[in-house]
């Protein structure tokens, strides 16, 4: 079955603890991207990744890093997570110039 | 940013009437518009994109439109059914870029 999937899908953790959400894709997908999505602000785009070993700043990259070493795998990293960062993250994929992103069932994330 | 926008944030019709989502967008520069339907504890999934070129296209019960002397889409549910009760997002991006803006969602409440 072609699907994103993501891990955690619930995670709660406490400020400055370091955590990885990870994402993969079993679609070949060369487009990756994350967003974060907050009440009655939609859904914002944290980071994306064109192809492998490309990634770009989205709107909201500030607190956050990203890799993509594998055409599948691309992992959002929260190095020093702080309470501003609790939302739903969702990643998402995309073959290369289709605007159809596919999305995965998405990580809540509390930073207490 | 850029300011994609709703111009309704909820909107409940009547099984079987038809449903009009509106949304507003700011960068005459953007060129691709998706729209995206999101379910209750879901990611969001892909329902149709339009190009700048166009003025109008139509999918499975769905048609969009574009307007871009008002920079306003729009998103027509034919003979609205429960199972379209969600929330749902536009989305802009400019061609070949990996960034997209997403409003921040109308939900649509399907009344039997």
């Known amino acids: 079955e072609a699907q994103v999937t993501q891990n955690p899908r619930y995670l709660i953790t406490v400020t400055g603890k370091k955590l990885t959400v990870t994402c993969s894709q079993n679609?070949?997908?060369?487009?990756m991207s994350w967003y974060r999505q907050d009440p009655g602000l939609g859904l914002r785009q944290i980071y994306y990744?064109?192809?492998?070993?490309?990634?770009d700043k989205g709107d909201v990259p500030e607190g956050y890093k990203v890799s993509r070493k594998e055409k599948r795998n691309f992992p959002l990293i929260l190095e020093s997570p702080s309470p501003n960062q609790t939302s739903l993250y969702f990643c998402a994929s995309s073959a290369f110039r289709s605007y159809e992103q596919y999305f995965g069932p998405g990580t809540r994330l509390t930073v207490t | 940013g850029e300011s994609v926008g709703l111009h309704l944030p909820t909107l409940s019709v009547q099984e079987g009437d038809n449903s009009i989502i509106n949304c507003a967008y700011s960068?005459?520069?953007?060129?691709?518009f998706i729209w995206y339907k999101q379910e209750s504890g879901k990611g969001p999934q892909f329902i149709i994109d339009i190009r700048s070129n166009m003025d109008k296209r139509q999918g499975q019960r769905v048609t969009v439109l574009l307007n871009k002397t008002v920079k306003h889409l729009s998103l027509q549910i034919a003979a609205t059914q429960p199972g379209d009760s969600a929330v749902y997002f536009c989305?802009?991006?400019?061609?070949?870029?990996?960034?997209?803006?997403f409003g921040t969602g109308t939900s649509l409440t399907v009344i039997p």
């Open positions: 989305a802009e991006n400019i061609r070949g870029r990996g960034q997209f803006y």
């Open positions: 960068n005459s520069a953007s060129d691709y």
């Open positions: 679609m070949n997908h060369e487009y």
């Open positions: 990744s064109m192809n492998v070993e490309v990634t």
